[in-house]
C-alpha cells in the first residue's frame, strides 16, 4: 500500500482544533470507528464438528453403541481409536486456533487525539473517521492518516514493510496504522479505521484458518473416502447374507439370531476402516513434535513435522533470518587529505544522544574521551541521509558531514574512477554498508542549519563502513538444503546490491540480486522469474505472497522463513511457514514453524524428524491398508456368496492389536533417514490391494473347506483368526525387513502375545477361541503355508513395480 493509493480524506480538518465533539458523536453513530474484531474462520463448534462429527466416525460410534445395546461390550474396544483420532485431531486445531486469535498488529495502548483544540488519550479502538492524531516519538499510529502538519517527523516502518530505514513523513505523505513515530512530532488526519486499515486488513489476511498441507493426511482421507463410498452397499450386502444364513428375516427376527447378523457385519465393517492408521499419524506427528520442541523447534500444527521433509523450495528473508537483524562496525578507510580529528568525531557521533543505530555502532571503536560542545548541529534525515555538526576549536574545528556517499558527494562517490567513487564501490560490492565523513573548513551558521544546506568546500576523509552480523549457522544450514537439492530463494525488502552480498557471504553463487520493482505483474512470466533468480531485494509483502503463490504453481513445495509482519503472509501461504522467535507476535501466530532459540541449524533436524515420520508411516501404512483390502473384499465376497463371516468383532481386535497396531507403533518410531519420494500411497497400495485380495481368499477357501468337513462355527472361527494372526505376523515381517536385532524383538513379543491369547484360559475364553479339532488344524496348517508362499510372491513383486516407478520419477 503506498501512498498513492491513500484516500483524500473525506472532509478537511482543521489541525489546530481537531473535531468536536458533535462530529466524533457522529461518526461513532454512523459506525466510522478504529472498533474491529476479527475472528479466525474456525470457532470452537466448526472444530469440533470437523473432527468428531465425521462420516467415519458416524460409522464407527454408531456401531460402538450398537454393540452396547446388544449387550457386546467386548466386541466394541475399536470405538477407542475413534475417540482417540478425534481428540487429537481437536487438540491440534485448537492450538492453532489459539495462535491465530493472539494476532495482533495494533498494540498501541492509548492513542492521542485532538478534539475541539484539546488533546486527549483514547484507547484506538475510539478513534473515529477524520480524527487528528497527535503524533510524537515512541507512539504506535493507531489508523491509517495523511499528515497535516510535520516537524521531523520519522517513522518505523519495518514491522509492515520490510524497509530497514526510518522514513521521513512530510505534509501530504501517508502513515500506516501499526508504524511507530521514531522521531519528530506531527499531526495527521485519519484516512481509514476499523477493518479497512492496513493493519487490521493484513490481519484479517493473516487470521484465515488453513490447514499445513500433509501428504500423510490427504493420502489417508482419500483412502477414507474411498472405503467410504462403498461401506453403506457392502454392509448392507453382509447384513443380507447374515440374516439369509440364519434362515431368513422372519426366523431370524423369531429366533433372535439377527443379534449375531448384526455383530457379524458390524465386524466387517469396522475392519475395513484403517482408523489405526489415522491414529498412528497423529501419533508419529506428536512424538516428532515433542523430540524437536527439546530442540528448541515448536511446532504450531502437528503435521509440519512432515511438511519440512517434502520441500523443495525454500525463501529465506535476509534480515532476521540470514543475519541477526543488528548492524556491526567493520572498519574505517581514511582518503588521501585526511583531516586530523575524524576519531574523535566518529567518537561524537556513536555518544550523540539521537545517534541511531549505525551510529551507535561507532561506541566501542571510538570511546567518547571527553565530552566537546557542537557549535551547531543538523539532524539526520533518512530523505537526505546525512547529518552534521560544526566545532568552533580544536583539531576537529569546522563542519564535519556524515552520511551516504552518493548524497553527500553526489557522481563523485558512484564513479569507480574517482577517488572517493573508487573505494565506495569496491567496498559496497563487497556487502558493506558505506557511509562517508567529509570536512570543510567552515562552521555552520544559523542560516545553514535551519535551511540544512551543506557547506562549501566539503572534502572526503573518511569512508566508514558497517556490516550485518550474519547468523553463524546460516552457511552451513543452507550448504545442506543445497545437498539435499532443496533450491533457495533469498528475498529481501532491502538493496538488491546488499542482499546479494549477503547471499554470497553465506556461500551462494550469485553475482547480482534482482530488484523487484521490475517483477512482472503476469503470474507465469512471475514464475519463470523465480525459476531463473535466486536472489531479490526491494521485495514488498505482497510480492513475497505473489512470489510464494508463483512457486507453488510451478508444482513445488514451498517453505518461507522470516520474522518481521511484512513476512507473515507470505509464511502463511508456504507449504511450511517458518518464524524465528524473536520476530513479531503476527508471524509466530501464522508460523508452522518457530524456532525458539533463533538457531537456523535446528532446520536439518526437522527435515530428518520429517522424512523418519514419512519413511516409516509409508512401511505401517501398508499394513493397515493391507487389513482394509482384506476386510473389503472379504465382507464382499462373504456377502456375495452367502456365507457367515467368520469372525467376532473381538477376535479381529487380536490380529488389529498384535499384528499392526502394537508393531505398527515401534516401527513408526524408529530411526530412518530415507529422503522423501513423493507418492507414497500409490506405492502402499501396489502392495497392500495384493496382498489383501490373497488373504481375502485365503480366508474364504478355508471357510469353504471348513464348512464341507462340518467344522463347528465356534472352531471355524477360532481357524480363521489363527490363519489372520499368523500371516498377519509373517506379513509384519516381510514389511520389517531388513529385520534387525530391535524390529526382531518386536516381532517376537508379538507372536509371543498371540500364543499367550490363544492358550491362556482368561483370554481365550474373552475372545472365544477353542480348539479347531484335527482336521481344521490340518487345514488351517496348509492354508496359512500357501497364503504366506504367496505373500512372499507379492512382496518380490512390489519391490520391483516399487523400483520401476522410482526410475520413471527419476528420468522426468
Known sequence: MDASATPAPSVLVDATAGLSAAEVAERVASGRTNAYSADSSRSAWNIVRANVFTLFNGIVFACFFVLFLLGRWQDALFGLAAIANAVIGCVQEFRAKAALDRLALLNAPLARVRRDGAEA??????????????????????????????RGLQVDE???????????????????????????EGDAQVVRVGAASYANTFATEAKRFSLVSSELRSSVNRVLKWVGWGIGPIGLLVFNAQVMVAGGYVTAWQSGTWVQAVVNTIASLQAMIPLGLVLMCSIAFAVGAAKLAARQVLVNELPAVEGLARVDVICLDKTGTLTLGEIGFDGAHPLDAPAPGWERVLAWYGAARDANATARCLREPYPLVSAVEPAATIPFSSARKWSAVSFAHGDEAGTWIFGAPEMVFGDAATDARAPLGGVVTELASAGRRTLVLGHAPTVLSGEDADLERLPDGLVPVVVVTFREKVRPDAAQTLAYFDRQGVGIRIISGDNPRTVAAIAREVGLDVAEGYDARKLPEDDAALADVLEREHVFGRVTPDQKKRMVVALQGRGHTVAMTGDGVNDALAIKTADIGIAMNSGAAATKAVARLVLLDGQFSHLPDVVAEGRQVIANIERVSMLFLT???????????????VMEFPFLPRQLSITDGLTIGIPAFFLALMPNTQRYIPGFLRRSLTFAIPAGLVIAIALTLYTRAAMALGVPEPQLRTGSTIILAIVGIWVLTVLSRPVTRF??????????????????????????LIDPGQEAAYLVAFVT????????IVRFVHRRVVDRLLADRAVR
Open 785 to 792: 503355508a500357501v497364503t504366506i508362499g504367496v505373500i512372499e
Open 627 to 641: 487389513k482394509t483390502a482384506y476386510a473389503t473384499t472379504l465382507a464382499i465376497l462373504f456377502g456375495v456368496l
Open 743 to 768: 524390529k526382531a524383538l518386536v516381532i517376537g513379543a508379538m507372536f509371543i502375545g498371540l500364543v499367550l491369547v490363544f492358550t491362556v484360559p482368561l483370554a481365550s475364553g474373552f475372545f472365544q
Open 121 to 150: 488519550e483514547i484507547h484506538p479502538p475510539d478513534v473515529v473517521q477524520d480524527d487528528i492524531l497527535v503524533l510524537r516519538a515512541g507512539d504506535q499510529i493507531a489508523a491509517d492518516a495523511r499528515v497535516a502538519d510535520a
Open 158 to 184: 519495518s514491522m509492515l514493510t520490510g524497509e530497514s530505514d526510518a522514513v521521513d513523513k512530510r505534509p501530504g505523505d501517508e502513515v500506516l496504522s501499526g508504524s511507530v513515530v521514531v522521531a519528530g
